[in-house]
């Protein structure tokens, strides 16, 4: 009988938690394989000088600044729909695009030349970030409202976690087993497609079993946003607020340079270290299943400790891991830095989630109105910025450094070596500051937690 109850009340967890969880990772595909494969499967594959695909990606990024507030205006100004419902028909809408988009940048010909593969990639680029824009603070701003509390919202992360981590995982062996050490072409177009296949199923999945509530909207005032000047003084006033600027510059510092992490780490570890395919993949696999087993603890950790101090206790591991890579010449250590990378990346990434939904409850709180589209807008924003900032820094870094793939230097190990741990450092010690200084500690949290609650579901804790 009790086994009956544990069982049907796991069930019950996965259904609700799982449902909102899985369009998380489902649409990440073209993200993963942008931030994680593009750079070097163009330089490495079709031949591409590193430093004119950082280029692009700054025009794709700059595009992807200005739109997230404005697409986050036009999401909040939408009504609900009793027919089509709000966030999640603009995530099926959007989700096809998506697939198309990623499937044109991976199948570029070496043949084509580099200035045509360029302007491919950059039109493939503009249309990928506009469709994710709306599908990426559909989704977010869905999830806060449908998980309201920092409980519910840091055990859905920790089940988000789980299916990203599985379906990275499959996606990341492209990069690799694939792109490190001997390269066989025909192999890595084959991982396009057994990805794009097993994206576009777990889209479908994701989103038949996604059901916008009318109940979720009924005790929620959404910004109107009714003209640009408004726009930019709700805008200015975010920005300008002492809480919201601090946790800025948290995110474009320490977590845009710790979410960076795997494109240095494929070029390290193939041609710093001198790695084959497998070692590569091994190295890559050991850190991820340690922080799978972990995950449940870090979610403890959170909810005894509050976001805000777990975050502070991690920068022990992030500098660590970082501090160790510049040190090391072999794999062992080299798995051992990327094992703590990987935990304090997740760390970063679930507790930031819980935070990211508190300031939108306070801001609520203190105003009146939701503003989740335009918030998520300028979190994206900024974190976009700082992430185009690491991805030019890395590849102009390649550049300066002399990096050829098929003649490594000494010279250009170095350039890998300062890429992948010194400059994530100084990034590092610059975050640390406005995160201790910032005012939303265990105490706030919870009266936030309890006041989303109570406006979504009139519960009173």
């Not at 990772?25 to 594959?45: E, M, R, W």
């Not at 986050?72 to 959007?94: A, E, S």
């Not at 988009?101 to 570029?108: D, L, N, W």
């Amino acid at each position: 009988m009790e086994k009956a109850k544990k069982e049907s009340k796991f069930r019950k967890f996965m259904e609700t938690r799982g449902a909102l969880a899985l369009p998380g990772p489902a649409g990440n595909l073209g993200s993963i394989l942008i931030h994680n494969v593009l750079l070097k499967y163009y330089t490495d594959v079709l031949g591409v000088e590193a430093k004119y695909i950082g280029w692009i990606l700054i025009i794709y990024n700059i595009w992807n600044a200005i739109n997230d507030p404005w697409f986050g205006v036009l999401i909040d100004k939408r009504k609900y729909d009793p027919k089509k419902g709000k966030y999640v028909y603009l995530m099926r809408v959007t989700a096809p695009v998506l697939i198309i988009a990623v499937a044109g940048m991976m199948f570029a010909q070496p043949s084509w030349g580099e200035i045509p593969i360029l302007i491919a990639l950059l039109l493939e680029l503009v249309i990928f970030d506009t469709a994710f824009t709306v599908y990426n603070i559909s989704y977010n701003s869905f999830f806060l409202i449908a998980a309201p509390s920092t409980e519910e919202r840091v055990q859905t992360e920790v089940v988000r976690t789980y299916i990203g981590n599985v379906f990275g995982f499959l996606v990341t062996l492209i990069p690799t087993f694939l792109l490190v050490g001997q390269i066989n072409r025909n192999l890595i177009y084959v991982a396009f497609v057994i990805s794009l296949v097993a994206s576009s199923f777990m889209l479908y999945l994701a989103l038949t079993k996604l059901k916008d509530n009318e109940a979720y909207y009924e005790n929620v005032i959404f910004e109107e946003h009714s003209d640009r000047k408004t726009i930019m003084r709700e805008t200015w006033k975010i920005m300008t607020n002492k809480t919201f600027l601090l946790w800025f510059l948290f995110l474009i510092t320490t977590r845009a340079t710790v979410g960076y992490y795997f494109t240095p780490f494929t070029y390290y570890i193939d041609k710093v270290i001198g790695t084959d395919g497998l070692g590569a993949t091994l190295a890559d696999v050991v850190p991820g299943v340690l922080m799978l087993l972990a995950l449940p603890f870090i979610s403890s950790i959170i909810n005894k400790k509050g976001s805000k101090t777990t975050l502070l206790l991690n920068y022990i591991p992030t500098i660590l891991g970082f501090a160790i890579l510049w040190f090391t010449t072999n794999i062992v250590m080299t798995t051992i830095a990327y094992v703590l990378i990987v935990l304090s990346y997740n760390v970063n990434q679930t507790a930031c989630v819980s935070i990211g939904g508190a300031l939108i409850d306070e801001d609520e709180m203190i105003t009146g109105v939701r503003k989740t589209g335009l918030i998520n807008g300028i979190f994206a924003f900024f974190t976009t910025i700082l992430t185009s900032s690491q991805e030019f820094v890395f590849t102009n870094i390649l550049s300066a450094f002399n990096y050829d793939a098929n003649a490594v230097t000494e010279y250009a190990k170095l350039g890998i070596r300062i890429g992948t741990a010194l400059v994530p450092i100084g990034f590092c010690i610059l975050g640390f500051i406005p995160l201790l200084l910032f005012p939303i500690g265990k105490k706030r949290e919870k009266e936030l937690s309890d006041f989303s609650k109570n406006a979504r579901r009139g519960e009173n804790a």
